[in-house]
């Protein structure tokens, strides 16, 4: 325990000089200089006039889901976030994997969790297809120094032990650049524990929960469903500064995928601050025509 409380204090420490400093800096007269620290500044304090664009999972058109290559993708398209699911080794390695086990995406079988680093970094990645590429499976440092001040990360918790994953982000040095995806406040609140300025996200099943949520959790940002997003909604959040963050995935992104758009311009009506996508691509074309791309930072790092 007092092992674990020191790392805390010391995890706070780095918090307040800098980690997560972005609405601690403005207090103080800093710059934020990089384009991941500018999509959270932009999602805590400048709501109005700009809609951010998350790739699913990373931008996985050109390269597997979850990997180096599908992060390097989506900072070459210019996308504001990637979406990154993260689950633990065996060993306590925080990886990058969807699926529970690695049956659909590698070259290997079996429950992530059952596995150490060492045997997964011997798997290849899958495209969507099923074809092999040379892709590794990452781990989340490395996805963390691959896109370090280029572009942010929504971290989509896939295991609730936070204290591995929340040590790797301090020890990254990107802890200013990222932010926490999980459907129960109760693991959110985890999160909060070591990471005191965290961005968090639950996501709502009514608009009524939406606000609730927001107003009783201090919230800077929250999930929508899309059968109840709507300008009222967002227009009521932003009376209490928060954003709000919408898929476009399924039926909307593979209609996008055909050339057919009235979807996802449907969602884009609702004043959504965030859209999850799997064409980030066309949905960057689409964001720019309606002049609702914001100009921010070039990356840096």
Not at 137 to 165: C, F, H, Q, W, Y
């Amino acid at each position: 325990m007092l092992i674990q409380s020191r790392w805390i204090a010391v995890a706070f420490l780095v918090t307040l000089t800098g980690c997560m400093g972005s609405k601690e800096a403005s207090k103080i007269g800093w710059n934020t200089v990089c384009r991941s620290d500018a999509v959270i500044n932009s999602i805590r304090d400048d709501r109005n006039g700009r809609i951010l664009v998350t790739a699913h999972r990373a931008a996985h058109d050109s390269a597997p889901e979850n990997s180096i290559a599908s992060i390097e993708r989506a900072i070459e398209l210019g996308v504001d976030i990637v979406e990154l699911d993260v689950r633990l080794s065996k060993d306590g390695v925080p990886v990058l994997m969807h699926d529970a086990t690695m049956d659909r995406t590698t070259s290997g079988t079996g429950i992530v969790k059952d596995k150490t680093l060492s045997a997964i970094k011997t798997l290849r990645l899958r495209m969507a297809d099923g074809a092999l590429t040379d892709e590794k499976i990452p781990t989340l440092a490395e996805a963390l120094s691959a896109a370090r001040g280029k572009i942010a990360i929504n971290v989509d918790l896939k295991s609730i032990d936070i204290a591995p994953i929340a040590k790797v982000i301090h020890e990254s040095g990107a802890a200013s650049g990222v932010f926490f995806y999980n459907s129960k406040m109760s693991v959110l609140d985890e999160v909060r524990t070591y990471l005191p300025e965290a961005v968090v996200q639950p996501i709502g099943s009514t608009a009524d929960e939406v606000l609730m949520l927001a107003k009783q959790n201090q919230l800077e940002l929250i999930h929508l469903r899309e059968n109840y997003a709507s300008q009222e909604l967002s227009d009521a959040l932003d009376e209490i500064g928060v954003s709000g963050y919408i898929n476009a995935l399924g039926l909307a992104d593979q209609m996008l995928g055909w050339g057919d758009d009235r979807l996802v311009r449907a969602l884009i009506e609702t004043q959504p601050d965030v859209i999850q996508t799997d064409e980030p691509e066309a949905l960057i074309a689409i964001l720019e025509e309606l002049k609702l791309r914001k100009s921010l930072p070039r990356a840096c790092g």
